[in-house]
């Protein structure tokens, strides 16, 4: 999951990776609570805000490896890619799915379960640890992709990308946001994920860094934003309050407001901070954090989970505020973990 390409480390995407990391946490911190409040509450109206503020996290995860993996000047060794790249996150999640699933265990009654159920624990870990091997299964189609992607014309990837916008995007959002048999019939039938997936975000990360977007679109891009994140938010809202329950499919990975923030959002960071020029002090740093950010991920659910019981949450302050600094906090005591556990010899770099 490195960040060089031909030899050169890219520090605008450093910077972006960092930017997903915090939304990650961000979007847990304020899910804490999301389902044990009222709907109905200016507390959980605030808190299914920050979640669909800050959403953007994982499709701009997947958006970096496309732009770092997918060009000609990155060299691809099939053995190195199994030995270092799919080997690093599988074992990153064997080794935190086995400690989320042990400290599960420890609740268990063991004159009423066997060994088996605290395997079972072990196997499904947590539910964000889901990212590490769908990155891993895209990464083993990586030979396959490079031969398309970059023997591909323009218009062939501006194709499978339409199709990705349509099948994927589009049908999603549609999907949330009308309730209807004949269109999951319809949309279940057509197996779109089939199609596309997270991969449609791989290959889109690789054409806007590589190929790029036609200067003309970039100010409707921008423009964009804002009206995706109010709609995303207000929709968010609407939709839940009129369901009675709590639902955030409108403004998930594949929502069509959360994809606009993503683009512009990815865009910015290629076209504009790509062209600022850091200090090597300033490179440093930014450099040691985005290092850090993938223990971040697997370590802070766990941490959230810890303090929890002591009454350290989101909450103890009003959530509005509450939400961003106890993220913050998990996100720097997380960041400085990861830090420590990557320098621990021979097994560090494949659990943080």
């Not at 400290?103 to 590490?132: N, P």
């Amino acid at each position: 999951m490195g960040n060089e390409s031909a030899g050169k480390r890219m520090v605008h995407y450093d910077l972006l990776r960092i930017l997903a990391a915090f939304s990650v946490v961000m979007l847990h911190s304020s899910a804490q609570f999301w389902y044990s409040l009222d709907i109905n509450s200016k507390e959980w109206l605030i808190a299914n805000s920050y979640d669909a503020l800050f959403r953007f996290g994982v499709p701009v995860f997947v958006m970096l490896s496309g732009a770092v993996f997918l060009p000609k000047e990155r060299e691809l060794n099939i053995k190195r890619l199994y030995t270092h790249n799919i080997l690093r996150v599988a074992a990153a999640y064997v080794f935190w799915s086995a400690l989320y699933g042990l400290r599960d265990s420890m609740a268990f009654d063991f004159t009423q379960v066997g060994w088996k159920e605290v395997v079972k624990e072990m196997v499904m870990g947590r539910y964000h640890l889901w990212f590490l091997p769908m990155i891993a299964g895209i990464y083993a189609i990586l030979p396959v992709l490079r031969v398309w992607v970059q023997n591909a014309e323009r218009k062939n990837l501006e194709y499978f990308l339409l199709l990705f916008f349509v099948l994927q995007i589009l049908s999603r959002t549609l999907r949330a946001a009308v309730s209807s048999v004949y269109l999951e019939y319809v949309l279940n039938t057509l197996q779109v994920d089939l199609v596309c997936g997270y991969v449609g975000y791989f290959v889109l990360g690789y054409y806007v860094a590589c190929v790029g977007i036609p200067r003309k679109y970039h100010k409707i891009i921008y423009c964009c934003v804002l009206p995706a994140v109010i709609l995303n938010v207000v929709l968010g809202n609407v939709l839940s309050l009129r369901a009675g329950t709590p639902l955030g499919e409108i403004y998930d990975s594949f929502g069509l407001f959360t994809f606009c923030i993503v683009l512009a959002c990815f865009l910015f960071f290629t076209e504009v901070v790509g062209k600022i020029r850091f200090s090597g002090k300033a490179e440093r740093i930014i450099t040691e954090i985005s290092r850090g950010t993938m223990g971040v991920y697997v370590m802070h659910v766990g941490l959230m989970e810890v303090l929890k019981p002591h009454g350290i949450h989101c909450m103890m302050l009003p959530n509005i505020v509450g939400i961003p600094i106890y993220a913050l906090l998990c996100f720097v005591f997380c960041l400085a973990v990861a830090s420590l556990l990557r320098r621990v010899p021979f097994v560090g770099k494949y659990i943080c």
